[in-house]
């Protein structure tokens, strides 16, 4: 990995990290509905075109249905679960949920796939589950409240729904690229969600009384367009060429970095707490999914008998 290639990942994490904040903004005026199709609209039009200059629309239409499965279980059912957990649950604590996502995706493909489950991905997924536990646990992280333990199932949620798309997305969308394949299962989630979203319009929660789009604050519109097009479109531009350059297995390694930023933006701009226990939690989740996440040992072959 290059010097570049880290200052790239360093800025993913920055950024997506950073995204915990922005839901904390806009979900509170606008809703879970009208946030998650706003979001996946807005990367929409800045990925799309990209696709047709390259000619590669055809292959959207091919591949329609599983585009449309893969985008619901990759950003539409998340961002729902996303958008109500941020009304409840500080962004720190956010982010450090959202790292079990490659636990999840060991776990699924264990049950669906039926890969090995050795030793080592076995503790990594007791370990990972631990830390969750651990910050289930911790009074100064989670506030107080059914609704809080709600919205820390509907996260573990979301990083599950996260787990299922990637091997749907390996089963049936091999075939396209990963720009196409970002671009076509934003573009389906997104011709899912807009309707609704307009229909609805924004579901504001106390104190906040926005009842019309056009009563929505300039401050949260400004969240939602840095959360489409900058922590969705931009990023999965920034994601993309990185697994090109240092491969899919090294460029997940971002999702270690991703709970820093988030503690630390909402540290600094939300004025959130950081316990000895979020940090600890941090610690074994990280641990959890690396361990989850490592190959299967190779069996030594039998002995060869004259």
Known sequence: MTFRDMLAMLALAAVWGGSFLFLHVAAPVVGP?????????SAVLLLLPIVLLKRDGAQLLTYARPLLVCGLLAFGLPFLCLSVAARHLPAGLMSILNATTPMWGAFVGWLWLRERMHLTRSLGLILGLLGVALLTADKGAIPPGSG????????????????????????????????????????????????????????????????????VPGTVWAALLTLGIVCTGLAQIVFF????????NQALTVT??????????????????????????????????????????LRSPPPVHP
Request: proline share 8%; glycine share 8%.
């Open 148 to 215: 809080s333990l709600l919205a820390v199932a509907l996260m573990l949620c979301a990083t599950l729904s996260y787990a299922l798309s990637v091997h749907v997305a390996r089963r049936h969308l091999h075939a396209l690229s990963p720009l196409s394949n970002a671009a076509g299962t934003l573009c389906m989630t997104a011709l899912v969600m807009v309707g609704p979203a307009l229909w609805l319009g924004p579901q504001p929660v106390p104190p906040h009384t926005a009842q019309y789009w056009h009563e």
């Open 33 to 41: 509905v009208g946030l998650a199709a706003f979001r996946v609209g």
């Open 256 to 297: 270690f970095l991703i709970p820093v930023f988030g503690m630390l933006w909402g540290a600094l701009f939300l004025n959130e707490r950081i316990t000895s226990l979020m940090l600890l939690s941090t610690i074994v989740i990280a641990l959890g999914t690396w361990l989850a996440n490592r190959p299967a040992p």
């Open 241 to 248: 060429r990185l697994i090109g350059r240092i491969g899919p």
